[in-house]
């Protein structure tokens, strides 16, 4: 579960990184804040590849996902 967890917040990083880097390229800055982010979720997804036994396949995403999800929202309504 951990590295499930690891995979669906390094996308979810990812995702944000491309606002950040937009942002900062339609203000002529540099993209700090895109950069950190880059790394940070590609480490997270690196490091849930590597660590999850068998690694995941491009199927394994959506169940991996909603796996998640419905965990924590579990925890939630509890």
């Known amino acids: 579960m951990e590295t499930d967890l690891f995979l669906v917040l390094g996308m979810a990083i990812l995702c944000l990184a491309v606002p950040a880097f937009l942002s900062a390229y339609s203000d002529a800055r540099r993209p700090t804040a895109g950069l950190i982010m880059l790394a940070l979720g590609a480490g997270a997804v690196i ?7 068998g690694g995941y396949s491009l ?10 999800l419905a965990h924590y929202f579990r925890h939630l309504s509890q």
């Not at 490091?47 to 036994?53: D, T």
């Not at 199927?59 to 998640?68: A, S």
């Open 59 to 68: 199927q394994d995403l959506p169940e991996v996902i909603f796996r998640v």
């Open 47 to 53: 490091y849930a590849v590597v660590a999850h036994p």
